[in-house]
């Protein structure tokens, strides 16, 4: 099945097991190798190459034909690919500004003592940060690092503000739960 044909296509469509796992042998070396080109890193470029399979059977009533089946599946592996990337940028991103941060408070602190316990708690804080996604750390970090009020929040990430509150106490809570758990290990 080195293209994909109509057939083979229908029945991938209709949820046939066979056909669909004859489709992703087909192109999962390639699919791979693509991911992995662009995101420089085998685990990364793996759960793209799956993650682009997941998104392709989802939308396989999407293809029409207009170009060919692989031209398509690498469309959808660039895309997915390019979300990663953005992903690993603003974790990476977020990270430089919260040890910048944790840096600048422990400036701050004029008793060893209090340093050691401040830079303890706020590593212990940054690893909760950590276990979050970026839909939940984001809001966190502009609004208790940055001083950033709901409204700027919103008007930054594009969200409504209720949307905003919402992430806020999802994430309070996590971070709750993270440390809760964490102190009792």
């Excluded at 999962?28 to 190798?33: A, H, I, L, P, S």
């Excluded at 685990?43 to 009533?61: H, K, V, W, Y």
């Excluded at 990476?92 to 303890?120: C, V």
Aim: charged share 30%.
């Amino acid at each position: 099945m080195r293209t994909m044909d109509y057939q083979s296509l229908e029945l991938c469509k209709a949820g046939d097991a066979l056909s669909i796992e004859k489709m992703i042998q087909e192109y999962q070396k390639d699919v791979y190798r693509l991911a992995l080109s662009i995101l420089d890193d085998p685990d990364e470029a793996e759960d793209g190459t799956q993650e682009t399979f997941i998104s392709a059977l989802r939308a396989l009533n999407s293809f029409h034909g207009d170009s060919s089946f692989k031209t398509w599946l690498f469309s959808i592996a660039i895309n997915i690919c390019r979300t990663r990337l953005q992903r690993r940028a603003a974790r990476e991103k977020l990270k430089q500004i919260t040890l910048g941060i944790f840096r600048i408070k422990s400036k701050d602190n004029n008793l060893p003592e209090e340093t050691l316990i401040q830079n303890e708690a706020d590593t212990n804080i940054w690893r909760a940060i950590q276990q979050l996604d970026d839909k939940h750390s984001i809001p966190i970090v502009l609004r208790y690092y940055h001083d950033l009020s709901i409204s700027e929040i919103a008007e930054t990430l594009k969200i409504p503000q209720g949307t905003v509150h919402s992430r806020l106490n999802i994430a309070r809570e996590r971070i709750r739960l993270f440390l809760k758990k964490s102190q009792n290990d």
